[in-house]
């Protein structure tokens, strides 16, 4: 069952940046972050990928602009590094495996 994810929109009264120090707030404004998020986390098309999913049958699916964002921002950096590779892999190799049984 396809499930669109329209969460990201709407800003918790009590997430992680209104708890930081100001200081790292103002350092992730400055990072990449927001603009990966406005540039190319906000113009993943979710509704290409509902066909893949049955209409009437199963839970709803994880948010795909996650999974995808999760591809993208994979590197070979973080491959080098021991533990990394597992920790980003794993749900992404559960992803594909759920949808192309």
Same mark, same amino acid.
């Given at each position: ?18 708890? @930081? ?9 400055? %990072?990449?972050?927001?603009? +990966? +998020? ?14 893949? +999913?049955?209409?009437?049958?199963? %839970? ?8 995808? %964002? ?8 973080? @491959? ?10 794993? &749900? ?5 495996? %759920?949808?192309? &049984?």
């Amino acid at each position: 069952m396809f499930k669109e994810n329209k969460s990201h929109l709407q800003t918790e009264l009590f997430n992680t940046t209104t708890l @930081m120090h100001p200081r790292t707030t103002a350092q992730l404004k400055k %990072s990449w972050a927001p603009i +990966y +998020y406005e540039h190319v986390f906000c113009k993943i098309d979710e509704k290409k990928i509902a066909p893949l +999913y049955c209409p009437d049958n199963g %839970s709803p699916n994880k948010p795909v602009n996650i999974l995808l %964002s999760l591809e993208f921002i994979k590197c070979p950096c973080l @491959m080098q590094k021991p533990g990394k590779k597992e920790a980003i892999m794993v &749900p992404l190799i559960l992803l594909r495996r %759920s949808l192309c &049984p």
